[in-house]
Nanobody
């Protein structure tokens, strides 16, 4: 059973920074694409950033230049560095592991951007 555990969420002021982590319990982590999604109340789920097994990253236009996704395969963890956060970044952030027939999602971590 694959488990994904997100952490690092919380309350942050506009313009501040936060780093989210997604730790996976899988025997081989490096082969999977990891995606961060977010969902705010009343909104549809939105892709935030993704990183492939080769380390190639893509971002939603709304976070380009502010967020950075990275992975540490030895620690089986993916990070989302969030800088210059805005109130509209407020949402529950989920990570998803996919590929090779697998598709798993974590429970999410709440990020609230407010002064």
């Amino acid at each position: 059973q694959v488990q994904l555990v997100e952490s690092g969420g919380g309350l942050v002021q506009p313009g501040g920074s936060l780093r989210l982590s997604c730790a996976a319990s899988v025997s081989i982590f490096s082969i999977y694409t990891i995606t961060w999604y977010r969902q705010a109340p009343g909104n549809e789920r939105e892709l935030v950033a993704a990183i492939t097994s080769s380390g190639s990253a893509k971002y939603a236009d709304s976070v380009k230049g502010r967020f950075t996704i990275s992975r540490d395969n030895a620690k089986k963890t993916v990070y989302l560095q969030m800088n210059s956060v805005r109130p509209e970044d407020t949402a529950v952030y989920y990570c998803n592991l996919a590929g090779w027939g697998a598709d798993y999602r974590g429970q999410g971590t709440q990020v609230t951007v407010s002064s």
